[in-house]
């Protein structure tokens, strides 16, 4: 049998490290994935004077792995965990009993917000409908604006998310195609609040790969949802996530090297020159906004309309 380059324990199957060309046992990867996780967060400062902190867990392997790394690296900062019932069938119900099995088993608080209940549509009503839109942009609308709105109502002064560094290349290989500078601006390790109604965002796996997560997960024996979202098939995201896999196999290291450039060349320069939009409250729910009424507000009357209509 093969045997752990680390502490010679023979097991299988082995992961392998990437970066230094090593293959591990379970053991020894999950040291390394936490320790990576713990430094991550330290470089950054992202629990720096953090007094209530929530991770927003979707049930699926980022957030899982992001969940189950802080507990065992810092074991005395308690949070609790937000997670979204978007109403996807048997899909959405999957997420939701395993978070709340792993909220169980290590006794952590759990906010469960289920949409159709509260908003009278589901995701999947959205995937129903003609529209231009598309369901995956939609969803993402709905997730920040609702994730944002119950840690701030529940006076969280942080929310953590499990993006990882390929979520986060290919938002940024997006952004830097059709040169969305504001949007651009906007990602970082640590965004700090812009209004009182604005809670503080981390993203502690940003320099982990989708990989990473995926051997952590089965290294820690981890429960979560391995299908992928029925809606989500054939997306551009993906296509695009495919696409710098590719890019990665000639230019090695390539995500890395583009959020580096982008944290340390472009964003204090991005920073300097792009003002943050002026605020006001919404018309209709009294959160943040840009308009006088909120993108999340506008787009529930237009699903809502929909939904009936249909
Ligand atoms: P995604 O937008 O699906 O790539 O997810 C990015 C991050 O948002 C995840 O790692 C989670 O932290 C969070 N998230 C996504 N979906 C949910 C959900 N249904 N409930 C709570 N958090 C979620
Ligand atoms: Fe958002 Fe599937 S989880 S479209
Ligand atoms: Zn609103």
Redesign the pocket.
Known sequence: MDKCSRCKTEEKPLFRLKNLNMLVCSQCFASYYEKKVKNTVLKYGMLNGVRRLA??????K??MA?ARALLEVFPSIKFT??????GIPNY?DE?QEI?EKFCKEYSIELLL?DLKKYNGYSIYDFGNIKSKKRV?GV??TV??YL?NKIAYENGFDTI?????LD?IVEILFNLYINGSIEELVRIKPVSSSTHSKIVRKIKP?IEMTDREDLYYAISRNLNYVSSE?PLVKGSR?INRKKLILKIEEEIPNFKYLLLKTHLKRFLPMLEEYVLPPTLRECEDCGMPSINTVCSFCKLSSKILKLVENN
Do not use: F, Q
């Not at 991770?55 to 699926?60: E, M, R």
């Open positions: 991770l927003a867990v979707s049930g699926g980022d957030s992001l965990i937000i997670h979204l019932n978007l959405s997420c978070v917000y995956c969803c993402g997730k920040r994730m953590a998310t499990g993006h990882n979520d796996l979202c995201m």
